[in-house]
């Protein structure tokens, strides 16, 4: 999956609108008042084709991830072998990226 950007009607900067597919959209909103902690099992998860480019993806962009029990760069495998990482956005929200081909 691509979060392909598509418009918003702000067009303030803080403000991005991303297309999840028909009629599926996220809206990322920055200007939290507060910085608050968020648990882990609270998460939005994405599949992505090549886990392993992705990951090199973040390293790039200096973007940390992890596995569940937060080991840098390290990938945790579930029971039916999907791997997954962990990263948080910009407000501490946390993002689940997988390798399911379910």
Same mark, same amino acid.
């Given at each position: 999956?691509? #979060? /392909?950007p598509i418009s918003e009607p702000f067009h303030d900067q803080k403000h991005s609108w991303f297309s999840l597919g028909p009629h599926n959209q996220l809206h990322v909103v920055q200007g939290a008042q507060t910085k608050i902690a968020h648990d882990i099992n609270i998460h939005l998860a994405?599949? *992505? @084709?090549n886990l392993p480019a992705f990951m090199e993806h973040l390293k790039k962009m200096n973007i940390p991830f992890g596995d569940w029990a937060g080991h840098s760069e390290k990938i945790v495998k579930r029971p039916d072998g999907v791997e997954q990482i962990y #990263?948080? @956005?910009? @407000? &501490?929200?946390?993002? /689940? *990226?997988?390798? @399911?081909? &379910?």
């Open positions: 999956m691509t #979060l /392909e994405f599949s *992505v @084709d #990263l948080q @956005d910009p @407000d &501490g929200y946390w993002i /689940e *990226v997988n390798n @399911d081909r &379910g």
